[in-house]
């Protein structure tokens, strides 16, 4: 009998070959859709079949219930629990997704989406309802869920007979399967076919199906293709939005063309003002006065290269030039020396009578081999396309997938080649005979993890001293493990804060891999690769990176530097960069969410420190070897003398107890000091000063025997230790597999110690305290004995094949777990299914889609980015500027809990809008160098927040149009822009023509964009809500509208400073007689005609009086016939009779110059006509100056009663209200503004930071309501 597949790729063919010979079976049908069109179902059901249907969009689901009356439908979504879940909806197109970022991917390609919430249930439930019977086929079509429905399944016992997963991402040639087919195997399935959209598993439970699979449906199959076309419908729903589509291009076509024109003009006008600054140039380089001093100017150029190079060669300082060429020659003489056998021996035997000069050489050779290889620039296997508009996530997951890219073709796959039963491990590490208690740990654990793992060792060093590891593991250098990384299975780093694991950071990168993490703190070993290493940058980038700019501050601050590099981990991009990470306590993931918050570190594994009880433990041969009698009492601390380990301590309470009298005690340091340390150098002192100086010995560093030796010559051990660093110590574990009686104190992870395997003393403790535990411990021999016991027994369970079996589970756990992005091997598979050449953007894409699938992880810390985009490009000294700069400043200063400040600019390269870090304009804010930090492309996660206090219209317009903030918003950012007036709107005459439109689509944008709009006054919030009411309404259903009044002291806004030559000549003048003051960029609103005007009549009525106006002309970049009468104004000023005697323009000054003129007048007039805020009403309240100001509805906010008022715009009116506030002010009855409520920054920001991050609250009036702020408090203030 000919079937008739309804299904889009056939699929029901292939299913009906495999079970036609089933009858009345059962379906489940996750993401069914349409019953009829592209029905997978719909041909078994037209055989009798029945099924249950899985739809969450509500007329998909109508659909089947009127179509399929006799099936249950659940119109839900798969998730992990009952409840609700978001979904997308695309109407009538059959792309709807759980998938936020498809969602965007399709509404980025024109789609519109639809957000709405539907109830979700686990996969668990479905099955069961059909647990009575066999389930012959599951067909899942979730569009980007498919891990959570999986991930759903269990407890639920049914195994249906055969899974079809769709497993390509939508209208691309990119598979999903690697994120979740592990699961599903797990399950009990076995993959069968792949027929180049959907990939077919049968259950081991029913091998016989799977010989009918392998070919696709064919001829003999018998079956035709169901009438109906399947996107027909979804093609004529196209259609009319195509045509609204073609009328929007042509409307906004028609607008740029009318930009277009006026962009020429303004061109023409900057070409002629650039040809006259051209002529001038040129004019100046032809005079007399350029030519003759050339010669100067050269030997200036020349004596400051040549101080530059000498100060760079005669430094000695660690990490100069002389320093590094120094090592190069040496390593470079010592390698030599190697490769003659003669030679080398002869030089080994010398180095050994010199162990001090010896080792010093050893970690030369390491640290040069080791930072030539960190200094590798970008090499052709990490890609050859141009990565600069990709943020680091992309850039790093495209590197790698172009790495294993590069090692597949050179090696194919006799690169993967299998190995045996265990999986392939690399194991990258320091190993003996390096100075390195890593270096030990790797030696002791080794020998257990191989019963797991086939283990390559993968070293930085020459040659590794263990005969073990060498005897049992392959030995691979860097160049070796880079050629050959995505061949393994698994790859551990094991990670510390030396020199020992420098190269580690390119390494992980590169192929990423499990971390374990031995030293949660890694500045010590980023600062040493910048300040000592020659690695330009790496540890102020990673600073900035782990702890934002605060700490990028600190670092160049030469009194904090030396706090930064001990206290700031600068580690967290090795963890988001690693698989996973391994630490060996609590103690670090506390660390982890105290630095990156509380949700960071939960999926860290703890697997504590391995230690190998003694074979034999022979006391008296030990210290019959040290020189100690049978009699004697030993007490010994381990492990590198200095301030952290609290030798001082020590010395001075031992020094306190009665043993330091007897003849028979000794205290023993078993550990390298330090030479030029001056806390070893006071140790050292107060051990010589001593009279029981002959009993107190600093051994240096010593053997691997000698250590054990004094391990069981020990009567007691003393551990201290001071600003953990996350850190387990070694020696504390060492001490309880020799049953030493140990004394610890509470700090970092010796916390964790169980109860009775140590004494457990305060974490600040006492030298009486510390003494009087010494002299108990010596007085008690039975608490020893207890103490020793119960240490053995605590270190049974750290034993290293326990230790390894840990690992284990860890490593297979994470590794089961882990994103394609962190697994070379899955990388490696992505790589390989990927057929484009190496220059094609298909492999750019492929890396945008991992990394939006797989983000670093950030725990608790969230962004707040703050738009900077015209102040970074050039600071114009205007007044939104200076709020900018203000509010920025204030933020940076002191960030919102759990976020990060980053100021970020718009921009539109290669015809993209998109953002980007202002870490140059940052940093140069902040004085700090300008070229540590790149203006990467911004990375956004679900909760930042995103505030525009900087104003550009065409840039929110175009960037609104590009989808760019409709795609933050989907994607969980809250966006909020500061709106500073609508006077364009409600004033157009005062504006060029244009002004009003432009204004008009900006405020539409960002009524569409934001989430809230912060204007700077309530007067501002009114008149935006009405104008949105009656142009927008439906905008106020989402946005919150509410009024914040702006700061107000100077300082705080990173003020400009310079005084002209001519200022104590103009402050002498302005105080000579009483000055009136107008702050204000010179524009037609301000009411200077009128003001200038009203000033003449004064003076002609005999009024001595200056009038001193501070602002630059405004609107210079437009043609001259748009500026209405700011050239009229312009032209008054430059050619006015009183202009330097009574009449003063001060142009563009700076801050500091405005604090002065403010200090020598003794009224601010406020003429506009209109104002969004009024910041010089503030100001001159600030200085107590008092305000005579134009009645309008902002100035009576922000002033009140604190000022006087004038409501004329004639000039002779004007005047007479100046005259009157003259006799007022004659005798004191004037308004006063000291008393004036007015904000400071910090202020001024508290209350911007608990707008942008508090909540949007319920409401109870209609649309629109306008929230306020918390009004000002009236704050005394002195001039």
């Known amino acids: 009998m000919t079937t008739t597949s309804h299904a889009q790729n056939y699929e029901d063919i292939i299913l009906w070959r495999a079970l036609k010979h089933v009858e009345r079976g059962t379906y489940?049908?996750?993401?069914?859709?349409?019953?009829?069109?592209?029905?997978?179902?719909?041909?078994?059901?037209?055989?009798?079949?029945?099924?249950?249907?899985?739809?969450?969009?509500?007329?998909?689901?109508?659909?089947?219930?009127?179509?399929?009356?006799?099936?249950?439908?659940?119109?839900?979504?798969?998730?992990?629990?009952?409840?609700?879940?978001?979904?997308?909806?695309?109407?009538?197109?059959?792309?709807?997704?759980?998938?936020?970022?498809?969602?965007?991917?399709?509404?980025?390609?024109?789609?519109?989406?639809?957000?709405?919430?539907?109830?979700?249930?686990?996969?668990?439930?479905?099955?069961?309802?059909?647990?009575?019977?066999?389930?012959?086929?599951?067909?899942?079509?979730?569009?980007?869920?498919?891990?959570?429905?999986?991930?759903?399944?269990?407890?639920?016992?049914?195994?249906?007979?055969?899974?079809?997963?769709?497993?390509?991402?939508?209208?691309?040639?990119?598979?999903?399967?690697?994120?979740?087919?592990?699961?599903?195997?797990?399950?009990?399935?076995?993959?069968?076919?792949?027929?180049?959209?959907?990939?077919?598993?049968?259950?081991?439970?029913?091998?016989?199906?799977?010989?009918?699979?392998?070919?696709?449906?064919?001829?003999?199959?018998?079956?035709?293709?169901?009438?109906?076309?399947?996107?027909?419908?979804?093609?004529?729903?196209?259609?009319?939005?195509?045509?609204?589509?073609?009328?929007?291009?042509?409307?906004?076509?028609?607008?740029?063309?009318?930009?277009?024109?006026?962009?020429?003009?303004?061109?023409?006008?900057?070409?002629?003002?650039?040809?006259?600054?051209?002529?001038?140039?040129?004019?100046?380089?032809?005079?007399?006065?350029?030519?003759?001093?050339?010669?100067?100017?050269?030997?200036?150029?020349?004596?400051?290269w040549s101080l530059h190079q000498a100060r760079s060669w005669t430094s000695l300082k660690p990490g100069s030039r002389p320093r590094r060429m120094v090592r190069a020659i040496v390593v470079g003489l010592i390698g030599q020396v190697l490769k003659r056998p003669a030679l080398s021996t002869l030089a080994k035997r010398s180095a050994a009578r010199f162990p001090r000069i010896n080792d010093r050489l050893r970690l030369m050779t390491y640290h040069q081999r080791a930072m030539s290889f960190m200094s590798q620039k970008r090499a052709p296997e990490d890609g050859q396309l141009d990565l600069s508009m990709e943020p680091q996530s992309v850039r790093l997951i495209y590197q790698r997938l172009m790495r294993a890219r590069s090692n597949l073709d050179r090696l194919g796959q006799a690169g993967r080649a299998a190995r045996g039963a265990k999986p392939w491990l690399a194991y990258v590490s320091p190993l003996p005979p390096e100075q390195s208690g890593i270096a030990d740990y790797s030696a002791e654990l080794l020998p257990e993890l191989t019963r797991h793992y086939d283990v390559d060792v993968i070293v930085a060093q020459k040659d590794v001293s263990d005969p073990w590891i060498n005897a049992n593991c392959t030995v691979r250098d860097l160049t070796w493990f880079e050629q050959h990384a995505h061949g393994y299975d698994r790859i551990v780093y094991q990670f510390g804060n030396s020199l020992f694991h420098d190269h580690m950071f390119r390494l992980l990168d590169r192929y990423p891999g499990i971390v374990v993490l031995h030293d949660f703190y890694l500045g010590g070993l980023t600062a040493h690769l910048e300040l000592y290493g020659g690695v330009s940058g790496f540890w102020a980038s990673a600073l900035y990176h782990s702890h934002g700019y605060t700490a990028l501050r600190d670092r160049f601050d030469p009194a904090k530097e030396p706090d930064i590099v001990n206290n700031c981990p600068v580690n967290l991009s090795v963890l988001q960069r690693a698989q996973g990470v391994i630490v060996h306590s609590n103690y670090s993931r506390h660390l982890a969410q105290t630095h990156y918050g509380e949700n960071f570190a939960k999926d860290w594994a703890i697997i504590s420190f391995p230690r190998r009880l003694p074979d034999?433990?022979?006391?008296?041969?030990?210290?019959?070897?040290?020189?100690?009698?049978?009699?004697?009492?030993?007490?010994?601390?381990?492990?590198?003398?200095?301030?952290?380990?609290?030798?001082?301590?020590?010395?001075?309470?031992?020094?306190?107890?009665?043993?330091?009298?007897?003849?028979?005690?000794?205290?023993?340091?078993?550990?390298?000091?330090?030479?030029?340390?001056?806390?070893?150098?006071?140790?050292?002192?107060?051990?010589?000063?001593?009279?029981?100086?002959?009993?107190?010995?600093?051994?240096?560093?010593?053997?691997?025997?000698?250590?054990?030796?004094?391990?069981?010559?020990a009567d007691i051990a003393v551990q201290l230790r001071a600003l953990s660093r996350g850190e387990t110590s070694a020696a504390v574990f060492d001490c309880l597999a020799y049953g030493v009686p140990t004394i610890v104190n509470a700090n970092g992870a010796m916390v964790e110690l169980p109860e009775g395997s140590v004494v457990m003393m305060p974490d600040t403790l006492s030298i009486d305290d510390l003494a009087d535990a010494l002299t108990i411990l010596r007085d008690k021999p039975e608490k020893r004995q207890a103490l020793s016991q119960e240490a053995r027994r605590v270190a049974v369970r750290h034993s290293p094949d326990q230790v390894a079996g840990r690992?284990?589970?860890?490593?297979?756990?994470?590794?089961?777990?882990?994103?394609?992005?962190?697994?070379?091997?899955?990388?490696?598979?992505?790589?390989?299914?990927?057929?484009?050449?190496?220059?094609?953007?298909?492999?750019?894409?492929?890396?945008?889609?991992?990394?939006?699938?797989?983000?670093?992880?950030?725990?608790?810390?969230?962004?707040?980015?703050?738009?900077?985009?015209?102040?970074?490009?050039?600071?114009?000294?205007?007044?939104?500027?200076?709020?900018?700069?203000?509010?920025?400043?204030?933020?940076?200063?002191?960030?919102?809990?759990?976020f990060r400040v980053e100021p970020v600019w718009l921009g539109d390269m290669d015809g993209r809008w998109h953002y980007r870090y202002a870490r140059r304009y940052t940093l140069q804010l902040l004085g700090l160098p300008e070229d540590v930090l790149e203006d990467d492309p911004v990375e956004i996660a679900e909760g930042d927040v995103f505030y525009m206090p900087d104003f550009w219209t065409d840039g929110v317009v175009h960037a609104t149009e590009a989808g760019l903030y409709a795609e933050w918003r989907a994607r969980g950012v809250k966006t909020s822009f500061m709106v500073y007036d609508v006077l364009p709107l409600t004033r157009p005459e005062f504006f060029p023509d244009r002004f009003s439109e432009m204004h008009a689509r900006w405020l539409n944008a960002v009524a569409h964009s934001g989430d809230r709009l912060i204007c700077i006054s309530q007067a501002v919030a009114d008149e935006t809500g009405q104008w949105l009411e009656a142009n927008r309404a439906e905008a106020l259903d989402h946005l919150e509208i509410t009024a914040l009044h702006l700061g107000a002291d100077i300082a705080a806004s990173a003020p400009t400073m310079g005084l002209p030559e001519d200022a104590s000549t103009v402050l002498s003048q302005l105080s000579s007689r009483p000055s009136f003051l107008m702050v204000g960029t010179v524009e037609p609103r301000k009411g200077h005609l009128q003001t200038l005007a009203a000033f003449e009549r004064l003076r002609a009525e005999g009024a001595d009086v200056n009038l001193v106006i501070v602002g630059a002309e405004g609107w210079k970049g437009i043609p001259q016939d748009q500026r209405r009468t700011i050239p009229t104004i312009v032209e008054k000023l430059r050619h006015h009779p009183e202009l330097g005697r009574r009449l003063f323009w001060l142009e563009g000054i700076s801050d500091e110059y405005l604090e002065k003129v403010y200090a020598t007048c003794i009224c601010l007039i406020a003429?506009?006509?209109?104002?969004?805020?009024?910041?010089?009403?503030?100001?001159?309240?600030?200085?107590?100056?008092?305000?005579?100001?134009?009645?309008?509805?902002?100035?009576?906010?922000?002033?009140?009663?604190?000022?006087?008022?004038?409501?004329?715009?004639?000039?002779?009116?004007?005047?007479?209200?100046i005259e009157d506030w003259l006799a007022l002010h004659s005798k004191g009855e004037h308004a006063r503004s000291g008393d004036m409520p007015w904000l400071t920054w910090a202020e001024n920001v508290e209350r911007l930071k608990t707008i942008l991050l508090h909540d949007a609250p319920e409401r109870t009036e209609a649309p629109g309501v306008l929230l306020d702020a918390p009004a000002a408090r009236p704050l005394a203030r002195t001039a």
């Open 1167 to 1217: 003429a506009s006509e209109d104002e969004g805020f009024g910041l010089p009403l503030i100001e001159a309240a600030r200085h107590r100056i008092p305000i005579l100001a134009r009645d309008i509805p902002v100035f009576r906010e922000v002033a009140g009663a604190h000022a006087s008022y004038f409501d004329s715009k004639d000039p002779d009116a004007m005047a007479r209200a």
């Open 616 to 713: 034999v433990i022979d006391r008296d041969a030990a210290r019959a070897a040290l020189g100690f009698g049978k009699n004697d009492f030993v007490i010994c601390t381990f492990g590198i003398l200095g301030e952290t380990k609290l030798n001082q301590h020590l010395l001075d309470a031992w020094l306190m107890t009665p043993m330091a009298g007897g003849g028979n005690c000794h205290l023993i340091f078993v550990g390298q000091d330090s030479q030029n340390n001056p806390y070893c150098e006071r140790l050292r002192r107060s051990i010589s000063a001593s009279p029981a100086k002959g009993r107190i010995r600093i051994t240096g560093f010593v053997s691997p025997e000698v250590y054990r030796q004094y391990l069981l010559a």
């Open 28 to 304: 489940i049908d996750i993401g069914a859709q349409d019953p009829v069109v592209d029905s997978v179902s719909l041909t078994f059901y037209k055989q009798a079949w029945r099924g249950v249907h899985i739809e969450p969009a509500a007329h998909y689901a109508e659909k089947l219930r009127k179509v399929r009356p006799d099936e249950r439908v659940f119109e839900a979504a798969i998730a992990s629990a009952e409840g609700a879940v978001p979904f997308f909806e695309i109407p009538e197109m059959g792309l709807n997704t759980a998938d936020a970022a498809i969602a965007r991917r399709h509404e980025a390609a024109g789609f519109h989406v639809r957000r709405i919430d539907v109830p979700s249930l686990p996969l668990s439930k479905v099955l069961d309802a059909v647990a009575d019977r066999d389930v012959h086929w599951l067909r899942i079509n979730v569009v980007g869920a498919e891990e959570q429905v999986i991930a759903s399944w269990l407890p639920s016992p049914v195994r249906p007979w055969i899974i079809v997963v769709k497993s390509m991402v939508p209208n691309a040639p990119v598979p999903t399967h690697l994120a979740w087919e592990r699961q599903l195997l797990a399950l009990g399935y076995e993959l069968i076919h792949f027929d180049g959209l959907n990939r077919f598993y049968v259950s081991i439970a029913h091998p016989e199906l799977q010989a009918k699979f392998g070919a696709d449906p064919n001829v003999l199959d018998d079956f035709v293709r169901a009438e109906t076309p399947p996107f027909s419908a979804g093609l004529r729903h196209e259609l009319p939005q195509a045509a609204d589509e073609i009328a929007r291009l042509n409307r906004q076509i028609t607008d740029m063309e009318e930009r277009a024109r006026a962009a020429r003009a303004q061109e023409k006008t900057l070409s002629r003002r650039l040809t006259v600054l051209e002529q001038q140039f040129n004019g100046i380089r032809a005079s007399y006065a350029w030519k003759i001093s050339a010669p100067l100017r050269s030997v200036e150029r020349a004596t400051g």
């Open 807 to 898: 690992y284990h589970d860890a490593i297979e756990t994470i590794s089961r777990l882990a994103p394609a992005t962190a697994d070379v091997r899955a990388l490696a598979e992505h790589a390989s299914l990927v057929s484009a050449p190496l220059d094609d953007e298909a492999w750019l894409e492929l890396a945008r889609k991992l990394a939006e699938e797989s983000p670093f992880q950030r725990g608790g810390i969230r962004q707040l980015l703050v738009d900077v985009s015209i102040l970074a490009r050039e600071d114009f000294k205007t007044g939104i500027q200076r709020v900018v700069r203000s509010q920025l400043l204030a933020l940076l200063n002191d960030p919102p809990a759990g």
